[in-house]
């Protein structure tokens, strides 16, 4: 039964492990060397973050990015496993990556925002949308 529980996303095991820490999301930015916004977006699964970010990030929390990783795993398919997806594929060069990984992002962000703007409106799905 303990195989069927529902995994949380790296994100979330991020923002946790912050707050056990007793650390503010600028505060951890800072000591792992990246903008508070960048931050905001790994925790809430917008953005996967690459390996040396991870590492810092763990460091940080007084952690190993393999114990960050053995205990999440997004629980459906989402912009972080995408974007997880794109940075592993050894395929892609490493501009190729980033670059595929900021329109992802982009179509990510614009289709969310229609959606936030239907929902104001009032008038769910439109046709063709």
Do not use: C, F, W
């Not at 990984?101 to 990510?108: D, F, L, S």
């Amino acid at each position: 039964m303990a195989e069927q529980e529902a995994r949380v996303p790296l994100g979330e095991i991020i923002r946790r492990q912050r707050e056990l820490a007793e650390l503010s999301m600028r505060q951890l930015a800072s000591m792992v060397g990246i903008s508070n916004p960048y931050l905001s977006q790994i925790e809430r699964g917008l953005r996967a973050p690459s390996e040396r970010v991870l590492h810092a990030i763990a460091t940080s929390l007084r952690t190993t990015a393999d114990a960050l990783m053995a205990e999440a795993e997004p629980a459906e398919p989402g912009p972080a496993a995408v974007l997880g997806a794109i940075a592993g594929d050894p395929n892609l060069t490493a501009r190729q990556r980033q670059a595929l990984g900021e329109v992802y992002t982009a179509m990510v962000e614009v289709t969310l925002a229609r959606r936030a703007r239907e929902r104001r409106a009032g008038n769910g799905k439109r046709p063709g949308g």
